[in-house]
């Protein structure tokens, strides 16, 4: 491997790499003679380690580390004229790692499908016609025969089998081979070897592994022991079968559909096959749900003049062709999508592209739908339940131009489409736009970062806006359109406040009286009505009523698992320990356990046996993973329901018109949470879901049952009235300077032994105390207030202790200074029990 002189190397020679490490930092290279200069964006193959990575090249001119070999290049991935990533999205990736302070090769995989950057993965194979070459061919070069040779010595034939391209960079005896990949790709070109980078995997019939859930070992919690053995400590492992138990008895599951909650699926999932507790078999590959089938095409309805007004304005900026960032504040119901069709409408017509993201694009299959009704094949629809090679095949179908309309979730912001014009992002207040581990971005700020660096058009649209974009339309950085009516002829519905301290709710049904008659009127009626309860499973809680001890997660500090009664199992929601539940009190031994407070699954089973002939589905994580959603949205969209009961999934721009009553079980749930978002989310959550009735042509009611009937956000949840709710909520945050009237960061400090991260915690509370005093003499005027460090709300997840830190202060320049000046201590310090890892969370969505 070669390694260049540092004295001799000319600097117009060295690039900048982002590799594919947690390590916050860039990597020189040098590029060799026979290689041109790779342009800013450029995929490399670059030796790491004994490792070759796939990195990418950064803008900028590259230093000569102060120490160390300075390794090359291996290979160029992209050809010159054409990069992996658009210098939009480099500079973007350069922002988000700056602000988020975030390691600059997580931050370039963010950009990147799959395994475009990584580990090379690629695999190499002798042909017959190399083979001949090498005992045959005297004009063969000799580094390109000792190549050859090393190939056939490792038996990569095409009778035996291919061999891992990058461990041709490693040297096993005699000299290192120069520019070995180079060197390979130059061999493949003249056919004498084959370096498969999935192509021959796209060439087989379109087939992938289903699994199916044995009934070994499966009647319960005297089973525990053999399945412990088998999944180890593995809670994905755990959570994978319990995923495959949740599936139809006699339904496959694909290797795809598993792929989305369980990344690492293929590496789970043998040990699993090898017990046989779950079963293989090859099977035709399913269909993306989202790609089809054909929808037929819709012309356009006629605009309110609110929409009107709203789509005008946005035009003229898109004909402009400046940058403008919008707040489409509109009511729920009120003809959101049909501007964002519209207006995407008009920039295909001018030779544009565009990006809508969603919250989870697997709750909003409409969406998908309406889009594809009215383009057709130029959307494409990104998801996790897409296989790394269909994922890499849709990139390169958006960067060539041919779907230059994109839906997502929140990765697609960074999708590659030429000439992109128009920015959407549609429930913009959703925290499933903040990614809260890894890189913790936020999408609806990267996109009106990537907006204003290509001058498109962003649009933010909600009925119940952050507060941070109402703030920026009171500061002129958004403009507000406002949808003040529906198009439908029917209003927002009516909306009832029950106070439970009044009206008793029944302890198994949650139901008051009022509610409960309310539910026997629609069903008797033919509508369709929605039960919201934001808590999932079967219980909160089992506690023993001898020793009153709650069955608690060995790995985490909350009071108690939730118990889910079709699998009869224990479930953590922070870590996903899984387990049976047991017979008897783990601390007594007692053999009573009392169930907690009820969750969906509980208010499923009361209801249906509360109200006789009224039909009930459930809608919560636990019924509607993969494909079982959408025929569960179907099936409820297509009355084959009377009530549907769910948590916040509800809340997601579902649009059923047969459904005319909402009943909210706890309004108030949430609000005692030490969060200062926490008020806002209830508001948010509470506005949403009553926004689900009267959206067809019967008017809709709304029941809020609550034990704080008098609360601000309920009261303003009560009359619809958003702009009310900020007003008071704005007042409450700047008497503490919090978000938007001030700015924050959070820092966190975790680790699995107590004493090391109550030391690293000081540690950098004492380094962010004395930047912070920097700051104020500095100023004189401008403060970093500094709380903490102390145990964060939920002490210890997955086993590894918490604390924090939380910056405020009323000016971000200040904030990032502090940040920057901070950022070489960050990250992770020490191995095994004792390392300790600490990490900034900047504009952050949850301090819990």
Not at 494 to 513: F, G, Q, Y
Request: proline share 7%; glycine share 8%; hydrophobic share 40%.
């Amino acid at each position: 491997m070669a390694t260049q002189d540092r004295s001799e190397q000319h600097p117009s020679r060295l690039v900048s790499v982002a590799v594919p490490v947690a390590l916050d930092q860039a990597f020189t290279y040098s590029v060799p003679a026979e290689l041109p200069i790779p342009a800013p964006g450029t995929r490399v193959v670059v030796p790491f380690g004994a490792r070759a990575l796939i990195g990418v090249v950064r803008p900028g001119v590259a230093e000569l580390p102060e120490k160390g070999a300075l390794r090359e290049l291996l290979e160029l991935l992209d050809p010159p004229e054409q990069p992996a990533l658009s210098a939009d999205l480099v500079a973007l990736c350069e922002w988000i790692s700056d602000y988020y302070l975030a390691p600059l090769g997580e931050t370039y995989r963010l950009a990147l499908p799959g395994s475009a950057m990584g580990v090379d993965a690629r695999r190499a194979q002798l042909t017959e016609a190399g083979a001949t070459a090498l005992g045959s061919d005297p004009d063969l070069h000799a580094h390109d025969r000792r190549l050859l040779a090393r190939l056939y010595d490792e038996g990569a034939t095409p009778t035996a089998k291919w061999l891992v391209v990058a461990s041709l960079t490693k040297q096993t005896s005699g000299p290192p081979i120069p520019a070995p990949l180079m060197r390979l790709s130059a061999l493949a070109a003249r056919g004498l070897v084959e370096v498969d980078t999935g192509e021959a995997e796209r060439r087989r019939a379109r087939t992938e592994p289903h699994y199916r859930r044995t009934d070994r070992l499966r009647s319960g919690s005297a089973d525990e022991p053999a399945i412990a053995q088998v999944v180890g400590r593995s809670k994905q492992r755990r959570a994978l079968l319990d995923y495959l138990d949740l599936q139809p008895p006699a339904s496959w599951t694909s290797v795809s559909e598993l792929r989305g909650p369980f990344p690492r699926v293929r590496q789970l999932i043998d040990p699993l096959v090898d017990a046989g507790l779950v079963v293989a078999s090859e099977r035709l590959r399913e269909l993306d749900p989202f790609a089809s089938p054909a929808v037929p095409s819709t012309a356009p309805p006629t605009l309110t003049a609110d929409q009107h007004a709203a789509l005008e304005r946005l035009l003229a900026a898109l004909n402009a062709g400046h940058f403008e960032a919008s707040l489409l504040h509109g009511i729920t119901g009120s003809g959101k999508t049909e501007i964002y069709l519209q207006l995407i409408a008009e920039a295909r017509e001018r030779g544009g592209g565009a990006i809508v993201l969603v919250p989870e694009i697997a709750l909003t299959p409409q969406l998908a739908e309406r889009f594809r009704s009215r383009f057709g094949d130029a959307v494409a629809v990104l998801h996790s339940g897409l296989t790394p090679q269909q994922r890499l095949d849709v990139q390169g179908h958006i960067r060539a131009g041919q779907r230059p309309i994109v839906i997502g979730a929140r990765s697609a912001v960074f999708a590659p489409v030429p000439n992109l014009r128009v920015i959407v992002v549609d429930e913009e207040h959703d925290a499933s736009f903040k990614q809260d581990e890894g890189v913790r971005y936020n999408a609806r700020d990267v996109a009106l970062v990537r907006g204003r660096k290509l001058d498109a058009v962003v649009v933010l649209g909600s009925a119940t806006p952050s507060l941070e974009s109402w703030h920026g339309t009171r500061e002129q950085r958004l403009s507000l359109l406002s949808l003040r009516t529906r198009p439908t002829p029917r209003p927002l519905p009516e909306v009832e406040i029950v106070n439970l301290k009044e009206h008793l709710p029944d302890r198994d049904t949650l139901l008051s009286a009022k509610l409960r008659n309310r539910l026997l009127e629609t069903a008797a009626a033919g509508e369709q009505a929605i039960v919201f309860l934001n808590r999932r499973g079967y219980t909160t809680a089992l506690s023993c009523t001898t020793c009153g001890s709650f069955q608690q997660c060995p790995d985490c500090s909350a009071p108690a698992m939730t118990y889910h009664l079709k699998r009869n199992r224990l479930m953590c929601h922070l870590c996903g320990h899984i387990e049976g539940a047991p017979e008897r009190c783990r601390s007594c031994g007692g053999t009573e356990l009392e169930h907690g407070a009820a969750g969906t699954e509980r208010v499923e089973v009361a209801i249906a046996a509360s109200l006789p002939g009224v039909r009930i589905a459930r809608l919560d994580r636990d019924t509607s993973r993969g494909k079982a959603l959408t025929e569960l949205l179907d099936r409820f969209r297509n009355r084959e329901a009377d009530v549907l009961i769910g948590t916040q999934m509800l809340s997601k721009g579902h649009d059923f018109p047969g459904v005319t009553l909402v009943g909210v079980l706890r309004a108030d749930q949430g609000l005692a949470l030490p969060d200062f978002r926490a008020t806002e989310r209830v508001f948010q959550l509470l506005t949403q879901v009553a926004g689900r009735a009267g959206r067809g042509d019967r008017p809709g009611r709304v029941v809020l049952q609550t034990w704080a009937p008098d609360h601000p956000a309920i009261q303003y949840a009560h009359t619809h009235d958003f702009e009310g709710f900020a007003k008071w909520e704005l007042a409450a945050r700047a008497k503490l300077g919090n978000p938007p009237l001030g700015y924050v960061a959070l820092l966190r400090i975790s680790g699995e032994d107590r004493s090391q991260v109550n030391a690293r915690a000081r540690e950098l509370g004492r380094s962010v105390g004395a930047l912070a005093t920097r700051v104020a003499q500095a100023s004189g005027a401008t403060r970093v207030e500094v709380l903490g460090p102390i145990d964060s709300p939920i002490e210890r997840i997955n086993r590894r202790l918490r604390m924090q830190i939380l910056l405020r202060t009323s000016r971000r320049d200040a904030l990032r200074w502090v940040l920057r000046h901070l950022r070489h201590e960050l990250g992770a310090r020490g191995r095994g029990r004792i390392g300790t890892v600490a990490r900034v969370d900047v504009d952050p969505y949850t301090l819990m």
